[in-house]
């Protein structure tokens, strides 16, 4: 197939949905030029915003989670659902796309089972080791399924699955390409909660900065704090002395990575993804209440090939985090074999596999 096809991506919720959804949309894009794009989420302005940067149409419908919510809230999910499913068909008869691919989300459902009524080829991405509630539901009802970790696959019909890994937006594996950063340039650590911040992240990795270790006087810091917390880690950078850049959100990931020559991060899939791409360690520090424990398993298969290490959030100190970092930033050596362990893991072309795997279902879908 060489003409440009109109292509109906759906998810949402954190920027771990929403970046694969664009890395995918580009390597369609750039496969097939002239090809259409129209992004369903969830209405939230995070989503629309992000996506409108890189130019793509976007439309949401209503919808809400039905895991882990109290009555209420499950009640309130469940009447909205026939809703969500109206507006969802009514987004697919007016923009007629030739495949659905969902990223993840409770926004996927409605979309994917409106998409499954009008019997579109449909492809879901699921981003996590777990995989999320919506996901799980739709394996058994769409075309491919395509994982970013090997074992997934046990909770899907593995004769739909295919490991492709997690695409990676094309700046970022733009930076993957260019040289290493010159050996003489101060020594940054990167501190990235996700998308939305890490309140415990940003206080553990702020006080490790006020004990006052000699190995710790020269680092510079580039810390993402998400909206609540940070006036006050940078008001706690500023009154130690350290050389901090501090925001709620860094657009431009390429440039803060490139700067990295080590991270504290939670543990999303896409977050992770991204640092194996460009061979970045990390220490992680999986986020306690995510769904199925996900970012711990996600971790896991990071730290099994000496990427990363990882602690876990109840267990960690401001101390023990302070020591460790002074450990890697006293041993480059050690700091580059973990880079190159973390790049072991990494899937640049996941992006190109699920395109390939989309192509090959309208291939096999009979044209009406």
Do not use: W
Request: charged share 20%.
């Amino acid at each position: 197939m060489t003409t440009p096809i109109r292509l109906m991506l759906t998810g949402g919720g954190t920027g771990g949905h929403l970046f694969p959804a664009i890395a995918t949309a580009e390597a369609m894009c750039e496969r097939l030029p002239g090809t259409e794009v129209l992004f369903v989420g969830t209405g939230r302005r995070m989503d629309k915003a992000g996506l409108e940067q890189y130019g793509y149409a976007t439309c949401s419908i209503h919808s809400k989670g039905l895991k882990g919510k109290n009555l209420l809230s499950l009640l309130l999910g469940i009447l909205v659902l026939p809703v969500s499913c109206l507006e969802a068909m009514y987004h697919i008869l007016r923009f007629k796309p030739d495949i659905v691919v969902g990223v993840g989300g409770y926004v996927t459902g409605p979309v994917m089972i409106a998409a499954k009524f009008f019997g579109k080829p449909t492809l879901i991405h699921e981003q996590n080791s777990i995989p999320g509630l919506a996901n799980r539901k739709l394996g058994t009802m769409v075309a491919r399924i395509c994982l970013s970790l090997p074992g997934s696959e046990r909770s899907f019909p593995q004769e739909k699955t295919v490991l492709t890994g997690n695409p990676v937006r094309s700046e970022i594996l733009k930076l993957s390409e260019s040289g290493d950063s010159p050996d003489d340039k101060p020594l940054v650590l990167l501190v990235l909660g996700g998308s939305l911040g890490a309140h415990r992240v940003n206080e553990l990795v702020s006080t490790a900065f006020t004990l006052g270790l000699s190995g710790l006087k020269n680092i510079r810091v580039i810390h993402q704090t998400g909206p609540e917390d940070a006036e006050e880690v940078e008001a706690i950078y500023k009154r130690n002395g350290v050389d901090a850049t501090v925001a709620p959100f860094f657009t431009d990931m390429a440039a803060i990575y490139k700067e990295a020559d080590l991270l504290v991060s939670r543990a999303g899939a896409t977050t992770l993804a991204e640092l194996a791409v460009l061979g970045k360690p990390a220490l992680l520090i999986p986020y306690p209440y995510a769904a199925d424990n996900h970012q711990e398993k996600n971790a896991e298969y990071y730290v099994q090939a000496g990427g990363a290490l990882m602690f876990v959030e109840r267990d960690l100190t401001a101390e023990v985090l302070a020591e460790q970092l002074v450990q890697f930033f006293e041993n480059p050596a050690k700091l580059k074999k973990m880079s190159r362990a973390m790049k072991s893991r990494a899937f640049p072309k996941a992006a190109e596999h699920i395109v390939d795997e989309c192509l090959g279902l309208l291939n096999h879908t009979p044209q009406p």
